[in-house]
């Protein structure tokens, strides 16, 4: 201890000293200077204003600024300042009213719920990503295979999607929605407004089923019960002969978000849309922190107590349900439109990624796999798939980053039809400020939809960091 | 040969592939060629068999095309939009969209600039005013236009079903859910309010009724339609027509023409075929009408909107069979190609008319496509560009160096990375409208930067001069004197501009012109000129050294001097400065001079494109940085220690090296330019010849009455330059992928 306390005490008086470390680095400071005055004016000034601006009711009577910002700064600290200088039409100090109004769903915007929109948001994200991984590997695999012909053609068509402008994408699939001369309902057949119905696919299965066997529009839950029932044996089954714990705790919490999830929806008191709506964000909320628990608990970083499961276990339940609620009962015929579309234009680029991995993988793991006696399904899950998370990772952390904050596929294709179901926080930001002209809103907006963005970025780097643990 | 067992799943997959080519011939039984898709059946049933009986030879051929099938499939399903996309520019039949019928009027919104402004609301509609509440009124509010408003007393916006029309300061705003009030309220427009007119404009457009009178009516503007107040009627008086209310221009007339109204418009009898006729929607149900007579629809090449009881309708000239909906049926009847395009009857009528049309006229609005060509390769090109030059050295400095604040300056990168351009919409909105000065000022603004960057170029090449002088170590003290000299004078000139500018601007025009020109032939001379001029300020340094010694020792030193000024790089760092001091020189005359109509720098591509630098040279220098990484540091550390500078190590080992990285650094910056959207629409909104092509698009999109072969040729000769690009440089762009970059 001593001796490291002492070299540390050494090197720090060895280290030479600030100003000059800076000196001697003063050519790499003349290099940054022209980027540094750019970024200082551009970037970050625009920025910091933001931040005042979040906390004004900045609007349209204060574009007018006849003295300048700084006019406008100072007047909406001092108001005596502003009642002296009214070309300068500061805004008013407004603190955290913006924030607590965008939070609280106090705006009134037409379909506005800032919490249903963020669940939507992280939603669309991991359904998108998971198909954009799932494909592009697929794709890529079938397109490493040994013998085939015309790969080369193959591989340079299939960019197209990811080299096509994804506003070019989103407007052509837009078209290609349209009830009565797209292409999709005309090739199948189908008269289905996609974009503007607001009635769930599932919502019209299990009413017309319901309504087929006798029960009425209003009995479909029961339709859910078989299906419950065994659930709930099956997992209880489980839970008590299961030879992991951990596998055991899963399956519990599957049965009884099935079970919860159907007296939920059976009971009509809770089932009214309205009071579901309400109560989603919370259970998702609730659900999203006990999933991540749980993925740490998964990991192994964290080892729960008696109390700590049960809490992942409730947690999970809420978000099952919270879930299963958002996906039948919210999501519209649009998302899933709008969810191929961005399907189409996702893919290539995991598949770029994956074949790049996919080719650096020698052959002679796959042979040697072979004459041990591995099955193909073994040799891709013990060999292709740790070889290729290196490259993957990275590439589904900057894919989640691109799907979340998808302006043009959602803007273009849906524009966030029906009723604002299919807007994510992007697309309201845009709105905010470009139809409602609510420029202190949006700065608020933007900054919390910042902090979104941090967190996931946090969240997703730790699992990342974990999943990389598991190495070759 | 031994026989091998049966493959279970190649039986499997060739029945499945044999299922799909019958569903195919199936599903398409009406086509002509719909039997082809036998093939595919066949190729199924062979890999079946194959998969049965076959050796390993017949195996590895029928996984060969099972692998092939699943190929063209995934092709097929990647260029179905695109294919999509080409055959309906190319489609010969214009336009056959359903109307869109407003929920309250039956009046079709996309065709509301056609309608006749003499147009009659039914008798139900009605039209409200909402009036923005004072703070302390504590009715509900509702937020409309960033400002929130009472609704009317008595109202909710409870019910969905029932939309009204709201009307704030005489704008019609949002058909929005109110239940209708109780009888006998009025909330009707005060005629007093909209009678507020200018001295400049002419009032007679828009006159007061008589009582008992009401011709309400509709005009569009921008876009948008506009309800004719109650209790004023419209005056037509002739082409173009004003209208305003509340001192607002409301309309002025570009209307295409009508068949009067009174033309009456007569179903159809059995069995007769018409030379053109008119497709009415009444509630989902269709009818059909002949032309009004007297209308010539055999010269109508773009196609025509009638009116005919109430309802407006749309007939392509000429071309009956066009019209009708039943015949779009006749899909499947067309060529294998176009069976994903939309619908081409016969691929021999296909046409490039729609190109045409769209190069001709992109939009309804006056804009040209090389204008919006322009504008948008200025705005791609310029941001690529800017990003580069300015990047560059930084990324190499976050690369290379180690200095204190490089992790809070990655930091600040990551975060500036994260947040969509979206997000900085507002403050950049707020900063920029700001910025409104005069043209003169604008001109000198750029002036000044420019010469601030040609100067640090200068500046730059002074520093690689002056390493290469070694053996002139004292005399690069009075040029290290005169360089900083130099940048004082530009840091100083912003805080002296009101009286150097006003100096300046006191200078004849002519006096300036030939002071500068004077400065600029010097530089050339010295550049370029033959070696006796390049030598002469030589002598000056001679000169200006007192003789000492023998006469013989000081010739001898004067000849070194001047040896040493002819050589012809020795000028360039001084032709740089000497560049940006006329820019300079310029920027100071158009300031002191100022004046000139108000410029907006929001409304134009500078205030875009500085926008848009805020989000992607960050990117780039990120970017850049991830491509410097790569490559090895050895090269530098041998050319330094081969005694290269680190100017020159930057300029002559780094900068050709990561050149691929540059060229795809200025690809993305492209991309991104070219396709901005978020951006563009927001800020160049009221300056209409700034559009870019993408706004162009999604305004043709907007406008439901642009027929979709126009946007469809649209959109295709958006996308083919990025895309060319794009594909021309794939290889660049995978291996980028390796360090990180993404699509911009």
Redesign the interface.
Known sequence: MAVQALSRARARVARPSLWQRIWEARLAYFYILPAFFMMAIVTFFPLIFQVWMSLTDYGIANLKAGEGLFAQIWGSFFPAYAAGHPQASAPHWVGLENFLNILGNRLALPGYDFWYMLSFNLIWTLINVFFHVILGVAFAMLLNSKGLLFKRFYRAFYIIPWALPALISGMIWHNMYDKDYGAINLLSGLKLDWLKETATPLQQLFRGLSRGIGLGEEGWPYLLLPAVLALVLAAALLFYRARSRRAGALLGALGSTAAAGFLFLAFPFVRGLDSLASWLYYLIAFGVVGLIVALFALTGRYQPNAAGRAIVLISVILLGIGVLILIGWELPYSFYAVLLANIWLGWPFMMTVATGALQGIPEELYEAARIDGASDWQAFWQITVPLIRPAMVPAIMIGMMMTFNQFNVIYFVTGGEPLHRTEILVTQAFRLVNEQKLYGVAASFSIIVFFVLAIITIVTNRISRATESYAV | MRRQPPSIGLVVLGTLVMALGALLWYLLRDWPYAPAFSIISLLGLSVALAGFWGNRRWR?VAR?IL??L??IL??I??????L??VG?SMDPRDI???LDLSPITNIPTNLLHLLPKSFALPEETTVFHLQPTTSEDPSP???I????HALPEGWTRADLRRPDVWLIGSDLIAWAPIVPLPEGTDTLIDPGQVTRLSDEVQIEALLPLEEAVRPDGWVVWEGRPYAVPRGWSLKQVGNPTLWLLDNRLLSWGILSPLPPPENPVAPLAEGEKPTCYLVIKEKGAERRYTCPPGYRTEVATEPAYWLAGGTLGLCNGGQSSAIS?DN?GD?RHSPAIWL?G??IVDWRASSLRSFASVIKQPTLNPVSFPQLLLNSTLLATGVAFFCI???T??A???SR????GRQA?ML?FV??L???S??????????L??VQVGPNAFRAILWFVGGF?IA?GGILFLLRVLEGMRKWRRRNLGLSLACLAFITLWGVVPFMVPAASSWVAQLPAGLFGVLQWVLVALTVALLIGPAGVRGLPGLLPGVATPPRGQPRVWQERLRAFRRHFQRPWFFLPLAFLSLGLVLGLNALRAWGIGGGEEFNLRTTLWGVG??M???A??FS?WNMKGFIDTIPKELEEAALIDGAS??QT?FQIMLPLAMPGLAVTALFGF?SG??E??LS??FLADNMNQFTL?MA??GM?GERNTP?AN??AM?IL??IP??LV??LL?KYI?SG??V?A??G
């Open positions: 590895r060969q692998a092939q699943a190929c995934i092709l399903s990647v260029l179905f939009p695109v999509w996309i309906m056959l969209r359903p509010k509702t937020l236009m960033g400002a929130f909906k779009l899909w994903v939309r619908s030059l300015v990047g050295t930084a190499y400095a976050f160096f180690q200095f204190p300056g600040g975060l500036v994260m947040m969509p979206v997000a900085t919409l507002a403050p950049l909105y707020a900063i409208n700001t960057l640090i500085i926008a630098v805020a989000g040279l960050p220098i680190p100017t930057f991309i070219w396709t959207f978020v629409w927001q993408a698009l999604y999109q979709w946007f469809a959109s958006v996308s990025v895309t794009f594909f794939q995978v992928l390796t990180g993404v699509k």
